[in-house]
């Protein structure tokens, strides 16, 4: 959690059809890599996903590194990723499309997701990273 165990809130920007796979409850994990922002998350944080101003609250139940895509891919639950929208490979290929290598050469974190059913707007304001969404 964040600092002094008080769970900490943080916001990432999220395309559209992502953003409605976790509202849906589809997509129960979010694939990142490991900036300094993603390392900062902690299980019991609260993350809001947000694209353009629609944004949803998850409370992060777990968060796991891989060194690399296929590592993750391999031990986690693909459709828990991205719905049924997409297979393994595809799943791959789109990971990779978004973060070249030297970008998965910083690690890879499956964050575990659960959809928070009650927020409030003073739960935006916690936001600790740095620039709303960035």
Known sequence: M???DIPATHSLNIR???LALIK???????V???YPKIRRIAVGDTLWFRCGDVSVA?????????PDFESLLDNEDNFAI?????????????CRNIYPADKEALGVFALHLRLRLRHTAADQDGDDTPGAGS
Do not use: C, F, P, Q
């Open 16 to 18: 559209a059809e992502n």
């Open 82 to 94: 991205a719905g049924e929208t997409m297979h393994r490979d595809e799943l791959l290929a789109a």
């Open 2 to 4: 964040g600092t002094g």
């Open 24 to 30: 849906s409850g589809a997509k129960t994990i979010e």
């Open 58 to 66: 998850t409370r992060i139940t777990g968060k796991v590194e891989y």
């Open 32 to 34: 990142r890599v490991g």
